[in-house]
């Protein structure tokens, strides 16, 4: 619902005009389709610069195969952090709904964790193979992001709660936190300190006057192919860490549960 209430609130580029978004997550609930239509709605909230609302997104998920886990670091080990039965993984909505990809009707979509490769000092670290614990919702086009959510709530019920009594109230059964990114939340610079050493007095939230002229923001991966300095925007680029638009299923790919024989 805060979620909703935010982008409902928020004025976006009219390239997301019925954009895909994305749900990427490390456990799965069991869910129905009504509950995911609601979430697709207020997922699909907001409006583009000339008040027209920017419409419903299809929603697709990534989630990994058996052969992701397989070959990851730890080996089936991993699978152990991305807990999800069997019946709630392959649930016929799931298949008919978010598995048709590209005209292809292959269940939802090959959970990619093709991180770019790091050096620290001398060592280099290679991630493609891990299995992260990680959860982001995002809604995008090409390389370029409407909003950016990172957050702890995987996809369920007891994380993002259920409306109840005639949609009189909201239920939620968990506790979570996360941070949204959208152009319109990061045109207002304000800094903050996570250590003893910061003092929140002299925290200062810039403000362009009425008078100054405002830098569009735009967030993007770090795939984005621009220019910053050509770009008129400020460009903002956000570690999404999965490719867009998401590697679909192959007719072999066999999406993960952990009670899976």
């Not at 209430?5 to 004025?11: A, D």
């Not at 005639?166 to 968990?174: E, K, P, T, V």
Request: proline share 7%.
């Amino acid at each position: 619902m805060k979620l909703r209430t935010i982008l409902q609130e928020s004025i976006f580029d009219k390239k997301f005009h019925k954009s895909p978004l994305v749900y990427q997550f490390s456990s799965l609930g069991s869910l129905d389709e009504k509950w995911m239509s609601e979430l697709e709605t207020s997922m699909s909230s907001g409006v583009s610069e000339d008040k027209v609302p920017l419409g419903l997104g299809e929603p697709l998920i990534i989630w990994p195969t058996v052969e992701d886990v397989r070959c990851s670091l730890e080996g089936y080990a991993a699978g152990s952090a991305i807990p999800s039965p069997l019946k709630n993984v392959e649930k016929g909505f799931f298949k008919e709904v978010l598995g048709k990809v590209e005209g292809k009707p292959h269940w939802a979509l090959a959970y990619n964790v093709d991180f770019p490769r790091s050096k620290t000092g001398n060592m280099v670290l290679n991630l493609s193979r891990a299995m992260p614990h990680i959860k982001t919702y995002t809604r995008y086009n090409g390389q370029n992001l409407a909003w950016l959510l990172l957050t702890s709530s995987n996809l369920s019920k007891v994380a993002w709660g259920a409306l109840q009594k005639n949609n009189s109230q909201l239920m939620i059964r968990s506790d979570e936190l996360g941070v949204l990114f959208t152009p319109s939340l990061m045109k207002h610079g304000c800094g903050f300190s996570c250590t003893d050493e910061g003092n929140s007095s002299e925290i200062k939230c810039s403000k362009p006057s009425e008078s100054s002229e405002v830098k569009r923001t735009k967030l993007v991966t770090l795939a984005w192919q621009g220019s910053k300095t050509a770009d008129s925007s400020e460009v903002i680029p956000l570690p999404v860490p999965y490719k867009l638009p998401p590697e679909p299923y192959s007719p072999e790919d066999v999406p993960w549960s952990w009670d899976r024989r």
